[in-house]
């Protein structure tokens, strides 16, 4: 079955530069994939997703690009900010069956 | 507040008994989802229904089911709890089902603690 690999567990970045959370996914029918934002004792929210017909997709300073060949899609935060502190999930799925699959969670801190 | 609400939002309870967490979608949401959340685990899907009906399957165990009833509430049902049952649920609703289709909006979560 679809596995995915997130990567590192643990972020901690000064305020204002930048921070990359990059996955891997196993199954190459995956075409869906959701990146979610949690923040301590919260719901998590999704911030935002790609398809795989697309290859990056940005929304103000969030970032996500998707490599199919290699397989593997990274979320990229620029201009951090203390409220961005949180654990960050990336996900994938397949349109086919709706099951989705989630990496472990990045612990992304903002140091002031 | 995402419009999803899910009841109780704590509950302790011993190995070997039953629970039952509860749902109730947004107004209009015709999905839903159910999620477990551990530490060890991490986010792990379990189940979706749509309008009534049981549309996929992830890593439930048999131990665990879920229904959809008419008014489109949902129950996700926990039996023969073990230790390692204990866990955040969250409950997720969308329009329609899909991953991606429709965003999903996810309920505060149901802290559940086997003792």
């Known amino acids: 079955g679809e596995n995915v690999e997130q990567h590192p567990s643990t972020l901690s970045v000064q305020e204002g530069d930048s921070a990359v959370i990059k996955c891997t996914y196993s199954?190459?029918?995956?075409?869906?994939f959701p990146w979610y934002k949690q923040e301590l004792g919260k719901r998590p929210q999704l911030i935002i997703d790609i398809r795989s017909n697309v290859g990056e997709k940005k929304d103000q300073r969030i970032a996500v690009t998707l490599n199919k060949t290699a397989k593997h899609f990274s979320l990229h935060i620029t201009e951090t900010q203390p409220e961005d502190s949180a654990v960050y999930f990336c996900a994938a799925s397949m349109n086919r069956d709706d099951k989705i699959i989630f990496g472990k969670g990045t612990r992304l801190h903002i140091l002031p | 507040d995402s419009g999803v609400t899910q009841t109780p939002k704590h509950l302790i309870t011993a190995t070997g008994q039953r629970v039952t967490l509860r749902c109730s979608p947004r107004s209009g949401d015709l999905s839903v989802y159910w999620y477990q959340q551990s530490l060890d685990q991490g986010l792990q899907f379990l189940i979706q229904y749509y309008n009534g009906e049981e549309r996929a399957k992830g890593n439930i165990l048999e131990r665990f089911s879920a229904q959809q009833f008419p008014d489109l509430h949902s129950e996700l049902n926990l039996s023969s709890l073990e230790l390692g049952d204990s866990a955040l649920y969250f409950c997720?609703?969308?329009?329609?089902?899909?991953?991606?289709?429709?965003?999903?909006?996810f309920g505060p979560g149901t802290r559940l603690t086997v003792t």
């Open positions: 997720a609703s969308s329009l329609e089902p899909g991953q991606g289709n429709y965003e999903q909006y």
């Open positions: 199954d190459s029918a995956s075409n869906y």
